[in-house]
């Protein structure tokens, strides 16, 4: 057991000589129980110099390590859930001495990422989709070889996972499904008699008995049928398993998924078993590291460790100095949330397992009834929220903008079509940095800017999304607000909530020949491009509706607008204002800036809209290219060349 996080590299000779998993097969079974206690400390003295996940990986260390030993990875499939739990999958295939690159600029991702390794057979970002992609290459792949998906307890939730068990036992295809259970959801503790039994279900005594039984049965009428629903009814008393077994699956568990050579024993009997199978592991997250088994939700993820002060540290704003940190988003969602809900009884908090994520855990806490955490499952909460908002009462569903492309279809079928009064906090708007792309809000201004009823804000600062949150709630209908992760500027946040006007922008630098059109987090490198430019900038507040009478204005006065938003370009609102001046005929030049279409890699949020030109300097440099693209002949009336000869 530790109880801090190594700030020197640990002494692990047994895990220093395994450079591939063949190399971990070549061991002695008797090594792994020390081989796990090296990957374990490894592991935290990585996640230490890095940050990122490690509960999950802690407590899958054990389970990782017999997986490699009993599989023949990887040409063995071996298929991870969400991707939080596989650092100690990533130390074991040849990545160990790249994991303090862990998801920086240029280094490993944090989830598993096909083109990293061959080892990574799936990249994963979304949870719940292991069964289905492990079922897809079993059903695609030659009969030797084997498939392992692994799934946590909280992923089990999601109604994929359960398509994907149907499916896998209509089609009868050999392959192994691992429930982690890191009793947060499912099972109560792994006594000793539940875990006598697994041993015995998974036994090859147990297993071939059952096998011949079957074969012998099955030419009597309705016999196998009689002894499968005996089998069932049996485990049914002493395991949790009579779900999976009435889907189809055989169930063996729940065992100890600390105990390496049980679960060794059990994987060599699973692997030569035909059709499909679940083994019930219970295991518990931050394994072996104190206080993350103590608060599994508070150390989920880590952030990486800082120098030790070599001179003593001014004291913090609550001991009387130093400057206090601006709230991050999700904490002006959730004051704004608590705020509201004081006022008006109607208000309902939905969210898809992200309570914490969300800032939502006040809320949860002053208004339980009012509160519901639907686990993960997205479209039903997107659906919840319509069938509340049809008895009169007024839902906030707060989602990552990534979770929010799961509940698509509700989104257009039961919300906007429908003309439901839902709210929607979409959190995570724009790139998050070193989660990289499954987790960047790239696309939601695209994909919910086309859909009808729906009006959308993107707020500049903490103050205005508190104020355009309470907008978008007093809103007779569907409204969205996307806004970043993190902190903002430092805005003042006024207490007094103040209904914004609808569709309309702000004009913040009044200019001339170029004017910025900002939509979201960017106005502040966009005020400094514009000072250097001496250009207009407008704070666009609002996506949809378009704030029509400002662009027309602001095209009849300038000779190029840009539009600025932490969004695809593709569809985004810089889209928006094309389609409008379009429509109206008007001919003024426009330089669309945003996410370009392409996957952007994790790294350092700064750094990563200063390589795709987004900070301050890249505005002002494509800008300025964008003005010399061309040199037109003197004395010609092309608008460009008016404010070319400005700069």
């Not at 994929?160 to 691992?178: C, I, P, R, S, Y």
């Not at 003042?492 to 900002?518: C, D, F, H, N």
């Not at 030109?613 to 494509?622: M, N, V, Y």
Request: charge should be negative.
């Amino acid at each position: 057991m530790f109880d801090e996080i190594p700030r020197t590299r640990p002494q692990t000779p047994l895990l220093d000589a395994i450079d591939e998993p063949a190399q971990l097969r070549a061991l002695d079974e008797r090594q792994l129980p020390e081989l796990a206690s090296q990957l374990r400390e490894y592991l935290l003295y990585c996640v230490g110099q890095t940050g990122g996940h490690f509960g999950a990986g802690l407590g899958v260390v054990e389970l990782t390590i017999a997986l490699h030993y009993i599989y023949n990875t990887p040409e063995d499939r071996l298929v991870w859930d969400v991707g939080h739990q596989t650092y100690p999958h990533k130390i074991l295939t040849g990545r160990r001495e790249q994991m303090l690159s862990m998801r920086q600029q240029g280094g490993l991702s944090g989830f598993p990422k096909r083109s990293e390794s061959p080892y990574d057979t799936f990249g994963v970002g979304h949870s719940s989709t292991s069964i289905s992609a492990a079922l897809g290459m079993a059903l695609g792949s030659a009969d030797d070889r084997r498939v392992v998906a692994v799934i946590g307890d909280g992923a089990m939730t999601a109604g994929m996972a359960f398509e994907a068990l149907n499916h896998a036992a209509h089609t009868g295809k050999d392959m192994l499904v691992v429930l982690n259970d890191n009793r947060m959801s499912i099972s109560k503790n792994v006594g000793g008699l539940a875990t006598y039994f697994a041993k015995i279900l998974a036994s090859k005594t147990y297993l071939s008995m059952r096998e011949g039984s079957r074969k012998i049965l099955s030419v009597i009428p309705k016999a196998w049928q009689l002894a499968r629903r005996t089998e069932e009814h049996v485990k049914g008393m002493i395991t949790p398993g009579t779900l999976f077994e009435e889907l189809g699956f055989n169930y063996v568990g729940p065992l100890d998924g600390h105990n390496v050579h049980d679960l060794v024993q059990t994987l060599r009997n699973l692997r030569s078993q035909r059709g499909p199978q679940l083994l019930h592991i219970v295991t518990t997250k931050g394994k072996g590291f104190g206080p993350a088994e103590e608060d599994p939700v508070g150390y989920h993820a880590l952030n990486k460790l800082e120098p030790e002060p070599k001179v003593q540290v001014a004291p913090s704003p609550s001991e009387g100095g130093g400057e206090r940190k601006p709230p991050k988003y999700q904490e002006v969602f959730g004051r704004w949330l608590c705020d509201t809900a004081e006022r008006d009884d109607r208000l309902v908090g939905i969210t898809p397992a992200m309570c914490e994520g969300s800032g939502m855990v006040e809320f949860a806490e002053r208004f339980p009834e009012r509160f519901h955490d639907v686990a993960i499952a997205e479209q039903h909460a997107v659906t919840l929220a319509a069938g509340l908002a049809c008895e009169g009462q007024k839902p906030v569903v707060a989602i990552y903008s990534t979770f929010l492309q799961r509940g698509y279809d509700q989104l257009v079928h039961d919300v906007a079509i429908q003309n439901l009064d839902v709210t929607f906090a979409i959190d995570r708007a724009g790139l998050v940095g070193e989660d990289g792309p499954t987790h960047a809000g790239s696309f939601d201004l695209t994909y919910i800017r086309c859909l009808p009823n729906l009006v959308i804000a993107a707020p500049s600062d903490e103050n205005e999304c508190r104020q355009l949150l309470y907008t978008a709630y007093r809103h007779s209908g569907p409204a969205a607000v996307r806004y970043p992760r993190g902190t903002g500027t430092g805005a003042q946040i006024e207490e007094q909530m103040t209904e914004l006007p609808l569709g309309k922008g702000q004009l913040v630098r009044e200019g001339a020949g170029v004017a910025i059109l900002s939509f979201g987090t960017l106005l502040t490198p966009a005020l400094a491009a514009a000072e250097k430019l001496g250009a207009t900038v407008v704070d666009m507040r609002w996506v949809k509706p378009l704030d029509e009478q400002l662009i027309d204005e602001l095209g009849a006065s300038h000779h190029l607008l840009v539009t600025l938003e932490e969004n695809t370009v593709a569809g985004g609102a810089g889209s928006a204002v094309t389609e409008y001046l379009n429509h109206r005929g008007t001919q003024v030049p426009v330089l669309q800036l945003g996410l370009p279409d392409s996957t952007i890699e994790h790294g350092k949020h700064k750094d990563l809209l200063a390589g795709l030109g987004l900070d301050a300097a890249g505005i002002e440099r494509q800008i300025r290219r964008r003005l010399k693209k061309r040199a037109p002949e003197p004395g010609t009336r092309d608008p460009e060349y008016q404010i070319h000869k400005l700069l």
